[in-house]
């Protein structure tokens, strides 16, 4: 499948001011709904010309409308373009809550005449039905007025909540330049004294990662973590109050017995019952092996403070911050990841990236000149796949005051075949924004995530190709969307890809072998605990919403859900809820990332038999099975169709439970390289 010549990628203003934006946007809404009335009125026979086509296109328009103002919601630098980007997103939001309840569309999808259709045609027009029967289309006009009411709150809720997530930056004041001890140097570089000697660290990622993994001060860690796990607290309490009261409402309307069942009823899990079941067994599986590593990082922590009888949320072995966990990397598996970051400058770390996909994928990069976008420090590039067009990405990866604080990938525009090539772009919070990126360096973790967001956007690209709105990525099912994206990360962790890129930030230096040897033989360490907290996470997700949500304390629940999972729950006098984005996105469904994890270490199992992540044929297959089809197929048959088989759990138990390697020779041996410490 090669992407046609035909698509272009239109326009795409970042710099409209604010009047003018909303005034396009409605007139694109206006059009399509006088669009949508004709179709309703059309005569019968309804066929694909007169009916599906038309109303592929209109649901395109004002999807990409809302993608646009959505986009500008969450990065712009301008307040003002903001705010009415998020309008803008709201009233497409409500156009589609709108459609879905249209009685004479669906009668119209109903009586479609689908003769000699391809499956993906069938399956799309399948989920618009599904879609608008789950959605109420079927009851009465007073009901389905409430319905549309209720779907709107919660749409504009999810903003209001997302926005106290970007703009509402905590930070602590250092006085004495010694705490902050154990940090890299480009880090305290980075953050020096102002005037009368103060040093502000934020809650931003760039900021507060650093401090949890390497300061060596605890004092410091806790005092981070504290306002760290309170980012937007207390202002999206109520809204999150109000959205599950919503969602609950919403479900009992449609006749279901709370928000999970309906949210799962449609994913590859089918139902509450089914992801509890998983989330057991997982758990079963992973909690002593994350028992032992606890111990392990216990038992370092007694080496400095030794009258310690428990950790602390800020020495590791929670949901974050893993500072003894870092400790006994560098002094146990010989991993300083210090040292490793000096090898791992951004501009290395991207190029690489981008030329493991043109080895892989035969993707070339054309990254594109100086032009007006939303931020000078964005870029972007244009993509081609066996030279013919595929898209437009744009990386935007440095905080900045009020832009999304997490990491993630979004759908600037969608692309259907013969008409738009689809737009992505990564908004993470890697570089520090005050470093030049060119001279930025990167944890190791955050490569990981670079890689993790890379691949949804491998996934947007691959499948911005398809004919219907309904077969795009976005309309997968939920709990399959990590999958690619977790695939993807492995390439972060072979050996030799890092060695394709990994090189000394001011010498040019390759990264020592034995560094790389020992960061794969160590890679396993602490991941049975951190998959036992996703866990806790999942079940707390589902808990939020399986439930009659009236008087419900979600900072109880959380400790409560999370502690019968994972001996430490988020500490007292925090509420990481206030900013956990995922419950109004994800709502029930954070067990996502475990199911998609446990497919995508089955479909992993394709390249690794190879002996090569990078044999071509496989990588060819994996594009062509499950990336290109968008969700023009149930996941299930995707995945079965790619592995000849159905996925099954034991790839993912091996790897989960898979010991850390036993290091051989001393941990860091001096010859290796300019930047290692003195012994
Ligand atoms: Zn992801």
Redesign the pocket.
């Known amino acids: 499948v090669t992407p046609e010549a035909t698509a272009t990628l239109g326009e795409l203003p970042f710099s409209l001011d604010a009047e003018e934006l909303e005034r396009r946007s409605e007139r694109a809404l206006a059009a399509a709904r006088a669009s949508l009335d004709r179709l309703e009125a059309a005569p019968e026979p309804r066929t694909i010309g007169n009916t599906l086509e038309p109303l592929n296109r209109l649901l395109l328009e004002v999807h990409n409308v809302g993608n646009h103002g959505r986009f500008l919601f969450v990065t712009h630098p301008d307040p003002r373009r903001r705010d009415a980007g998020r309008r803008v997103g709201e009233a497409a939001d409500r156009f589609f809550n709108e459609f879905r309840l249209r009685e004479g569309t669906y009668r119209a999808l109903r009586s479609l005449t689908l003769d000699g259709a391809d499956p993906a045609t069938r399956h799309a027009v399948e989920k618009m039905l599904r879609d608008m029967r789950r959605a109420g289309v079927e009851l009465g006009a007073e009901q389905r007025g409430e319905l549309r009411r209720l779907n709107d709150e919660v749409d504009r809720l999810a903003n209001v909540f997302a926005e106290n997530t970007n703009t509402l930056v905590r930070s602590i004041e250092v006085i004495d330049p010694t705490e902050l001890d154990g940090l890299p140097e480009d880090y305290v570089r980075a953050h020096p004294p102002d005037a009368e000697g103060r040093i502000r660290l934020t809650t931003q990622y760039p900021d507060a990662y650093p401090v949890f993994g390497y300061a060596t001060r605890p004092e410091l860690r806790r005092r981070l973590m504290m306002e760290f796990l309170n980012r937007a607290y207390p202002e999206n309490l109520p809204v999150l109050d109000r959205i599950l009261a919503c969602r609950f409402d919403l479900a009992r309307r449609l006749g279901y017995p709370n928000f999970a069942e309906y949210i799962i009823e449609d994913k590859m899990m089918g139902s509450t019952g089914a992801a509890r079941a998983f989330i057991e067994r997982l758990a079963g599986l992973l909690g002593p092996t994350a028992a032992r590593y606890r111990d392990r990082l216990l038992a370092r922590k007694r080496r400095d403070l030794p009258t310690a009888t428990a950790l602390e949320p800020w020495d590791g072995g929670g949901w974050f911050g893993d500072f003894y966990d870092t400790r006994l990397r560098d002094e146990e598996y010989g991993v300083d990841t210090k040292l490793l970051r000096e090898y791992l400058p951004y501009p290395r770390v991207r190029d690489g990236l981008l030329a493991l996909c043109e080895r892989l994928f035969d993707l070339t990069f054309h990254r594109r000149g100086p032009e007006e976008l939303w931020d000078p420090r964005v870029e972007a590039y244009d993509v081609r796949w066996h030279g013919a067009p595929l898209g437009r990405f744009y990386l935007d990866l440095v905080p900045r005051p009020g832009k999304y604080n997490h990491a993630?990938?979004f759908e600037v525009r969608v692309g259907l075949e013969g008409l738009l090539l689809p737009q992505a772009a990564l908004v993470c919070n890697f570089l520090d924004p005050s470093t030049p990126s060119e001279l930025a360096r990167m944890e190791y973790h955050d490569v990981i995530t670079f890689f993790?967001?890379f691949g949804?956007l491998l996934h947007s690209l691959f499948s911005g190709h398809t004919r219907w709105l309904y077969t795009t990525q976005g309309f997968i099912e939920w709990d399959f969307?990590?999958a690619p994206?977790?695939l993807f990360e492995e390439w972060a962790r072979d050996p030799a890809t890092l060695r394709t890129f990994a090189r000394h930030a001011e010498t040019g230096a390759p990264i020592p072998e034995g560094l790389l040897a020992r960061l794969k033989a160590s890679e396993s360490f602490g991941r049975a605990n951190r998959w036992l907290i996703q866990l806790a996470a999942s079940a707390a997700s589902l808990a939020y919403y399986d439930r009659d949500p009236s008087g419900l304390d979600t900072t109880a629940l959380l400790v409560e859900v999370m502690g019968r999972y994972h001996p430490m729950p988020p500490p007292p006098g925090t509420h990481f809820q206030a900013a956990w984005g995922h419950l109004t996105g994800y709502s029930a469904l954070y067990y996502t990332y475990a199911w998609s994890l446990v497919i995508s270490r089955d479909l992993l199992g394709r390249f690794h038999e190879k002996g090569t992540l990078t044999d071509p044929e496989t990588a060819r297959s994996y594009v062509e099975e499950i990336l290109v089809p968008g969700s023009g197929r149930p996941a299930n048959e995707m995945v079965r169709r790619f592995l000849g088989r159905e996925f099954d759990f034991r790839a993912f138990e091996a790897w989960a439970l898979a010991p850390p390697t036993p290091v051989e020779g001393p941990a860091r041996a001096p010859a290796e390289g300019p930047a290692a410490p003195p012994p």
């Open positions: 993630a990938q993790h967001e949804h969307v990590e994206s977790q």
